[in-house]
């Protein structure tokens, strides 16, 4: 068994080889290539009365507020009023008979 898994080991490692199967040459330079990737269009316009559209500002975020109010609301939200204890079981309270 163990000589089989060997020999079947040694058999396959040259199959997984990563040598190349042509000679490697060196890939093209910048300058050698013929044509560009992408074409490039650019639209302008030297119009000086044109007018200046500029974004409207983002109001500025108070992250401190934000976390105050946060803190606030957790601290008010309501707790457990039992603590489970692992070891011993948890036995809901039978309704008390009412008269």
Do not use: C, W
Not at 35 to 64: E, F, R
Not at 70 to 97: G, S
């Amino acid at each position: 068994m163990k000589t089989t898994f060997l020999i079947l080991m040694f058999a396959a490692v040259p199959a997984f080889a990563q040598e190349p199967l042509t000679q490697i040459r060196p890939a093209d330079t910048i300058a050698q290539t013929t044509h560009t990737p992408m074409n490039v269009t650019v639209a302008s316009s030297d119009d000086p009365t044109a007018p200046m559209i500029y974004p409207n500002p983002l109001p500025k975020v108070q992250l401190g507020r934000i976390a105050r109010a946060y803190r606030a609301i957790h601290a008010n939200a309501p707790k457990a009023t039992k603590i489970a204890n692992d070891e011993a079981p948890i036995v809901a309270d039978e309704p008390k008979e009412q008269k």
